[in-house]
């Protein structure tokens, strides 16, 4: 991937943010939306919202997420793909495309959840610290996403389930999507959190998070691809995007599950990150067109889906040990 190298090609958003701070909502409020939500299309969202986490790492590289210019660049390489429909970002980077004109005609979902920070001693406490529903309103932001680790063996879940409900309710109230991201998970022996990745436990996570809240009319799940997705995409009526986390498999294997994945009733996209934004072979441009051809062309034309669920190619087994995907 050719990338331009100039230290200076951002020093005009710093400049921007110290003179005229409202540049931000001027640009939100002129951005040209997105044309609308339609069944049979599938959607592509491009997620950038890990380092306000404190989740820098891709694969063995710990600080590949940390050069702002490089994520930059590499964003905006995503989204000139006009395949691409929208993005998922936390404040700061949100503000940064916006600014750069980088979101017209494009879906925007702000990250709401981002207290829970990697290797944090509480990380189960994972509290509200970035985009209100109120925020995201005033952005013209589409919706709002969540990520809603379920532990059961962890006090801070209860608030952390809690909070999530109340964000659901106030974006509903507003008629913006909430786009939960739940996980059953653990401590490992080493303390660090881990996501189980076994059919059951995606599906009883899927059962609690599409419970949470007043009303579900608008909230989407957002759930990992997992041995026997036939089964978690039975486990909900909602609509349903992949996300494709730091997997351990080649970009070959990912891109096939993904393929799989995408044909089962009910997915209605990818809304994927680290995977594309940071492939093996540094392509970016490359690694969202293979993305992007996977889209739409197995999913539905019309009308609900009827029949069995189509085969989608990988192992059934519910068993299966988790494997490295992370939020």
């Known amino acids: 991937m050719s990338l331009n190298d100039d230290p200076r090609r951002y020093e005009h958003l710093s400049r921007i943010r110290l003179e005229d701070p409202e540049a931000v909502a001027r640009a939100a409020a002129t951005r040209r939306r997105h044309p609308g939500l339609k069944h049979g299309v599938q959607n592509f969202i491009v997620a950038a919202d890990h380092p306000a986490r404190g989740a820098l790492s891709v694969g063995a590289e710990p600080m590949a997420m940390a050069d702002r210019r490089d994520l930059l660049d590499r964003l905006q390489i995503a989204l000139a793909n006009p395949a691409v429909d929208g993005i998922l970002a936390s404040p700061d980077i949100m503000d940064d495309l916006l600014l750069l004109g980088a979101l017209d005609g494009k879906l925007v979902f702000g990250s709401m959840n981002r207290g829970g920070l990697a290797g944090l001693v509480n990380e189960f406490d994972d509290r509200f610290t ?20 379920i532990c059961l063996g962890d006090p801070d879940t209860v608030a952390t389930l809690e909070a999530t409900a109340k964000a659901i309710d106030s974006l509903a109230e507003r008629k913006l999507i909430a786009m939960v991201e739940p996980f059953l998970s653990v401590r490992d022996a080493h303390g660090k959190v881990r996501n189980d990745l076994r059919a059951d436990a995606v599906i009883k996570s899927v059962g609690i998070a599409e419970g949470l809240g007043s009303t579900s009319a608008y909230t989407w799940m957002k759930l990992p691809v997992v041995a026997d997705m036939e089964r978690v995409m039975a486990s909900t009526t909602l609509p349903t995007v992949l996300l494709g986390g730091d997997p351990d498999g080649s970009q070959d294997e990912v891109f096939a599950s993904w393929q799989a994945a995408l044909a089962l009733p009910g997915v209605r996209g990818l809304t994927v990150g680290r995977t594309l934004l940071y492939p093996h072979d540094g392509d970016v441009a490359g690694a969202v067109a293979t993305a992007a051809s996977l889209l739409n062309s197995t999913a539905p034309a019309t009308g609900p889906a009827t029949g069995p669920a189509p085969a989608a190619g990988e192992p059934t087994s519910s068993d299966r040990i988790p494997v490295k995907v992370s939020e």
Do not use: C, S, V
């Open 130 to 149: 970035g985009h209100t529903a109120a925020a995201l309103q005033a952005l013209g932001a589409d919706g709002g996403k969540m990520l809603t680790r």
